[in-house]
């Protein structure tokens, strides 16, 4: 029974996961990938602020039809470029050259950046809050998670301008302690939020549409694999019994 409990623990070891290291602080976007509404919202911000530049290359309109949307729903309202179909990739029509020229690097493919990122969709979440004034910056912007980025801040509008406190530590070194709303967007500090999480919860889902679905079969799995070990040491109990 000893032997049997200490290679249990040993199977389970795994499941107790890994501290996590490095990087500027992220919030917690609190992502929920059985919200469907925030991923419809999410959908329709993306085609709206993001598409211009980012593909999500690997993603086919039809599949939000997953979170909930029909294909006519999706055609009327997600498809603006109206000689792509329904069954299409969601590409765009921005040259990669000339955006690289323009924004100093070619905008990149979303569609596994939550999952490249170290903090997944808590690290798009945060990104997108964080842009502050910087005139030393082509665009004027400049972002606390991802220094001298090329984007400008595209939800400027929504969230309003954001200012840095800069503070300088013992070793001469510069961070950026603080972000403050110094001119309002249309959208009040909640609703900007919302709008954010909105996007991350998307592109959480697009990084890994088989998300849940994979976690649902991981647990039966490791239900099957459980009771079948029990069943398999009982047997091996039974064999060795008459060669000890
Ligand atoms: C005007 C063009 C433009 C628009 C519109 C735009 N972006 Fe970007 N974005 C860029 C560029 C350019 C970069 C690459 C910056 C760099 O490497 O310095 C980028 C980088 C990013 C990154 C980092 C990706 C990575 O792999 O490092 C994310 C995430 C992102 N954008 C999300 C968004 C979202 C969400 C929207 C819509 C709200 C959006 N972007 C709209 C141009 C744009």
Redesign the pocket.
């Known amino acids: 029974m000893k032997k049997l409990i200490a290679i249990l623990s040993l199977a389970l070891l795994p499941l107790t996961g890994f501290a996590s290291g490095g990087g500027p602080e992220l919030e917690s976007a609190g992502i929920d990938l059985t919200d469907d509404a925030a991923m419809q919202r999410g959908a329709k911000?993306?085609v709206n602020?993001?598409q211009?530049?980012?593909t999500l290359k690997y993603f086919r309109y039809e599949r939000m039809q997953d979170f909930g949307l029909t294909l006519d729903q999706i055609k009327e309202n997600l498809i603006f470029d109206k000689s792509k179909k329904v069954g299409d990739l969601m590409t765009n029509n921005m040259s990669q050259t000339a955006?690289a020229e323009?924004?100093?690097?070619?905008?990149?493919d979303?569609t596994l950046?939550a999952r490249?990122?170290h903090g997944g969709g808590d690290?798009?979440y945060t990104?997108?809050k964080s842009f502050y004034i910087d005139k030393s910056r082509p665009f004027g912007v400049n972002n606390v998670v991802?220094p001298?980025?090329?984007?400008?801040h595209?939800?400027m509008d929504l969230q309003g301008v954001q200012e840095a406190v800069i503070e300088t530590d013992e070793h001469g070194n510069k961070h950026v302690a603080e972000l403050k709303l110094v001119k309002p967007g249309k959208l009040s500090p909640e609703e900007y939020d919302q709008v954010a999480k909105d996007?991350a919860t998307f592109?959480t889902h697009v990084a890994e549409p088989m998300k849940l679905e994979r976690q649902r079969i991981g647990i039966w799995v490791m239900l099957f694999l459980f009771v079948f070990f029990i069943v398999a040491f009982m047997l091996k109990k039974e064999y060795w019994k008459d060669v000890h």
Do not use: E, Q, R, S
């Open positions: 911000y993306f602020y993001c211009g530049c980012h955006a323009w924004f100093g690097a070619a905008p990149p979303l950046t490249l990122k690290w798009i990104y997108l991802f001298n980025v090329g984007m400008p595209v939800l996007l592109l």
